[in-house]
């Protein structure tokens, strides 16, 4: 079992480009949370997708948008890069949202903002 | 708005001593309370949770005191070791409502030294 996958590593754009991450849940997963790490901070919760549409969004602008493909797997888009986007972007899987279980989360990628 | 917060920032521990983390959170309607484990390089990882209607729980050198009158909450690591190194963050869920969206402490880097 791999676990949950996230490409890519790492990621350095500058100001006002376009960004696209991406997540590969779990085997046997079917929800998926993204989280942004700032340095030195806790991770903040974005949104969450399952059966293919955003179902929680945190405190984020609509810079940030993402999509469930029909294998679970998840992207997280954001445009008009700002410095203060410079993070972690975390995500996690769960399976069975229908009840609450354990988060698994991925290494992550890191994205710098220049 | 931290929902969770999270003390102290960094905790230097002398291998085989007790390390403390504390918590504290205002909603009561979380009702799961995980601590996870992050090792640089790597996502966080579930270490130990623990419900509002126990007190304490136990898991071989990590124990989890909960207070739920006070709304506060401690990890404590037990013959602390160098392999304990790690940033720990301590988090809240309301596993009814928000079905997996975790709140997150802003973490503390902990160094145990030999």
């Known amino acids: 079992d791999a676990g949950v996958t996230q490409s890519p590593t790492h990621l350095i754009k500058t100001r006002g480009q376009q960004v696209t991450l991406r997540c590969s849940p779990k085997s046997g997963h079917d929800t998926v949370s993204w989280y942004q790490q700032a340095l030195g901070q806790g991770p903040q919760f974005i949104f969450q997708?399952?059966?293919?549409?955003?179902?929680q969004r945190g405190n984020f602008p609509d810079r940030f948008s993402g999509h469930q493909f029909p294998n679970y797997s998840s992207e997280l888009n954001v445009n008009a890069l700002l410095l203060g986007d410079s993070a972690l972007y975390l995500c996690a899987s769960s399976p069975d949202r229908v009840r609450y279980n354990e988060q698994f989360f991925g290494p992550g990628t890191r994205l710098t903002v220049l | 708005q931290q929902q969770v917060k999270q003390s102290p920032q960094s905790l230097i521990v002398q291998k085989g001593g007790i390390s403390i983390i504390n918590c504290a959170y205002e909603n009561t309607a979380f009702d799961y309370f995980p601590w996870y484990q992050q090792f640089p390089g790597k996502g966080p990882a579930l270490l130990i949770a623990i419900r509002p209607d126990v007190s304490e729980k136990k898991e071989g050198r990590f124990t989890i005191s909960f207070n739920k009158s006070a709304k506060q909450f401690s990890l404590h690591i037990m013959d602390s070791q160098p392999g304990d190194s790690a940033t720990y963050f301590c988090?809240?869920?309301?596993?009814?409502?928000?079905?997996?969206?975790?709140?997150f402490g802003r973490g503390t880097q902990l160094t145990v030294w030999p």
């Open positions: 997708y399952y059966e293919e549409e955003e179902r």
């Open positions: 988090a809240a869920v309301n596993r009814g409502s928000t079905l997996g969206r975790l709140y």
